[in-house]
Every structure is written in structure tokens, then in C-alpha cells.
């Protein structure tokens, strides 16, 4: 029903800043708890950051509170993703999801759609 692609990943060193994007279609996307999930080599995709459809309130995980601000331009249809700050560990790739239903909001199984991810890699 909502198409996302995420874009503005890249290479970064420690401490610097990236801002990812998440352009959706077919469908706004204040119709939907927004997320970002990331996944390193080797591990699991996990929470980063979700926002509210309406008040906008947002919850980060720990390792990211402080550097990273999930914010959502609905006039543009745009999820973004501000990381500042950047660690070596943050290197994953970084997806954008759309929860339409019932579900966890800190869990892939409660997000209904996805972008295809992009990546971010931090050197140090």
C-alpha cells in the first residue's frame, strides 16, 4: 500500500553526521507509526527509532539516544533519520518501516512495510 526507499547513506568517519532519508508513495505517510531499524554484518535487524503518527513523540533506543532525531516531514512525504556523532558501531544497514496494524513498535514483526535499506558505514 506504501512504497519507502531510504536514501543518504555512505562512508563517514567517527564523529561526523549523516541525515538518511525515507521518500514513500502511494500512500501519506501520517497514516502510519514510522521506524528505523538497522542491521550490521553477522546480527539481527534491530530498533533504532520510531515516531508517532500524530503527536509526533519518538523513542530511541539506548545506544543512539543523544545522537540520532527521527523526524518526519509529512508535507514531503519523508521520514528522516539525523545522526550525529557517529561510531564505528553505528556501520549497518539502515531500513525505514511503516506500522499500519497492531504490533511492537521496537520489533521488525510489528512493522508492515519496508524500504530495501541503505547503507552507512563508519570508519574510524
Known amino acids: 500500500q506504501v512504497q519507502l526507499v531510504e536514501s543518504g547513506g555512505g562512508l563517514v568517519q567517527a564523529g561526523g553526521s549523516l541525515r538518511l532519508s525515507c521518500a514513500a508513495s502511494?500512500?501519506?505517510?501520517?497514516?502510519?507509526?514510522m521506524g528505523w531499524f538497522r542491521q550490521a554484518p553477522g546480527k539481527e535487524r534491530e530498533f533504532v527509532a520510531t515516531?508517532?503518527?500524530?503527536?509526533?513523540?519518538?523513542y530511541y533506543t539506548d545506544s543512539v539516544k543523544g545522537r540520532f532525531t527521527i523526524s518526519r516531514d509529512n508535507a514531503e512525504n519523508t521520514l528522516l533519520l539525523q545522526m550525529n556523532s557517529l561510531k564505528p558501531e553505528d556501520t549497518a544497514v539502515y531500513y525505514c518501516?511503516?506500522?499500519?496494524?497492531?504490533?511492537?513498535?521496537?520489533?521488525?514483526?510489528?512493522?508492515?512495510?519496508w524500504g530495501q535499506g541503505t547503507q552507512v558505514t563508519v570508519s574510524s
Open positions: 515516531i508517532n503518527r500524530i503527536t509526533r513523540s519518538t
Open positions: 502511494g500512500r501519506a505517510i501520517n497514516w502510519y507509526v
Open positions: 518501516a511503516a506500522k499500519d496494524g497492531r504490533g511492537s513498535l521496537y520489533d521488525t514483526s510489528g512493522y508492515d512495510y
